[in-house]
């Protein structure tokens, strides 16, 4: 029932820059899963982030409007980790309000790490996420949407058009191939 192959103790080191799969993709082979888990799982069972916390560069457009104007990037984050229940545009204008008014902002953008995390079953790695967000807020953020894009959330586009997108997606998976007419002389 269980492979008699144990993983490699340390785990081989994750590569930051490179996609994580899925937190559960089926694996014909169990032992191929356990394989593959010392390269994405981290050792208390969670999936590791598919790019470091300094890998702004990797998304320079995001990087720049992130220390410019972090609301617009936390509001797209929040509206793909609320599914939608809440716009992009009302969860970037309360947090510029927080911002604004307390400073505390990175406090209020915690919460939503917290959640992503627990959705999508990611480590918290590095440091505990409170901290992440008060020391480092611009990178925190910038690593957020890296991650939901890379997990196929088109982050300009809101969450009702992702969903869209992705039934369009299977709908065209399900459908049967054409099949041209056979061989004509």
Known sequence: MFPTEHPQWPPAPYQYGQP?????APVADPNQQMRNQNYYM???GKVLWSTGLCDCCYD???CIITCFCPCITFGQIAEIVDNGSVSCLASGVLYSIIFWMSGLAC???CFYRSRMRN???LAETPYPDWCLHLCCEVCALCQEYRELKSRGFDMYIGWHANMENMRNRAMQMSMPPVVEDGMKR
């Not at 994580?20 to 559960?24: E, G, M, T, Y």
Request: net charge neutral; proline share 29%.
């Open 107 to 109: 406090m209020y953008s």
């Open 20 to 24: 994580a799969p899925p937190p559960f």
């Open 119 to 121: 959705q999508y079953m």
């Open 42 to 44: 981290h050792p208390a």
């Open 60 to 62: 320079i457009p995001n």
